[in-house]
């Protein structure tokens, strides 16, 4: 019984954990206990567990007269931890600028292009998605394995404080595109590697300058 309990609250929490990662329920949205149990079949008790789970780890909050609500996005968190990923993610790229072979490189070329047109189409997750492979897809072959998981890990956080920085900055999301390209050129003919950490390490901190100019 204790097991099957789990997997309810479980169920729960993966069903609105996923609501407020890709923004179906945005920053102050109401999270009614009753409607989402509805939703799922469950009785109350294991959304409301869910509940409590989300709120420890920081995405939901209780206020007086409304109840749960999405929280408000940590704008210093996720300035801070988009400058650590930078200074990792440019190191990772410039270990990895030896390893990559020219089929990676023209992986890389599509998933720019599939980029510039989840844009044209609007589709600010999808790009985010493919924002993430692309990337990805340069560390994998960085040969530190401790280095990779703790990037991973990064990526990980900033999903959770809902921060994609094309969410909030759509403009900064064609920007990104022409810096993949010239990203792609650095590796292709490759470059000395001081020069692609630096450039990849820039351009992670141009999408933390554009969140922070936004307003």
Same mark, same amino acid.
């Given at each position: 019984?204790? *097991?099957k ?7 729960a &929490?993966? &069903?609105i ?6 923004g $179906? &329920?945005?920053?102050g949205?109401?999270?009614v ?14 959304v ?8 420890a780890e920081g995405?939901v909050?209780? #206020?007086?007269?409304?109840g749960a $609500?999405v929280?408000?996005?940590n704008?210093?968190?996720y ?7 930078? $200074?990792?993610?440019?190191?990772? *790229?410039?270990?990895?600028?030896a390893?990559?072979t020219?089929?990676a490189?023209?992986?890389?070329e ?6 510039e047109?989840a ?7 999808r790009?985010?998605?493919l924002?993430y492979e692309f990337?990805?897809?340069?560390? $994998?072959?960085?040969g530190?394995?401790y280095l ?5 890990q990064?990526?990980?956080?900033m #999903?959770?404080?809902?921060? &994609?920085?094309?969410t909030?900055v759509?403009?900064r999301?064609?920007a990104?595109i ?13 470059a000395?590697?001081h020069?692609?950490?630096q450039?990849v ?5 141009? *999408?933390a ?6 307003r």
């Amino acid at each position: 019984m204790e *097991t099957k309990a789990k997997n309810k609250t479980q169920l729960a &929490y993966e &069903y609105i954990l996923s609501r407020i990662e890709n923004g $179906v &329920y945005g920053p102050g949205y109401r999270v009614v206990i009753d409607q989402i149990a509805r939703e799922l079949g469950l009785s109350i008790i294991p959304v409301r567990e869910a509940i409590r789970q989300l709120e420890a780890e920081g995405l939901v909050e209780f #206020k007086p007269y409304t109840g749960a $609500v999405v929280s408000n996005i940590n704008e210093k968190e996720y300035i801070e931890t988009l400058s650590v990923l930078a $200074v990792l993610e440019g190191y990772a *790229t410039a270990l990895g600028s030896a390893n990559l072979t020219k089929e990676a490189i023209n992986e890389l070329e599509r998933l720019n292009e599939r980029m510039e047109r989840a844009l044209e189409e609007l589709e600010l997750e999808r790009f985010s998605e493919l924002n993430y492979e692309f990337h990805s897809l340069i560390y $994998v072959h960085c040969g530190n394995a401790y280095l990779e998981e703790q990037i991973k890990q990064i990526w990980q956080r900033m #999903k959770r404080i809902r921060a &994609y920085g094309f969410t909030f900055v759509p403009q900064r999301a064609k920007a990104s595109i022409e810096e993949h390209r010239e990203i792609i050129r650095l590796l292709r003919e490759q470059a000395p590697p001081h020069e692609i950490e630096q450039y990849v390490r820039q351009h992670k901190i141009n *999408t933390a300058e554009a969140f922070k100019r936004r307003r």
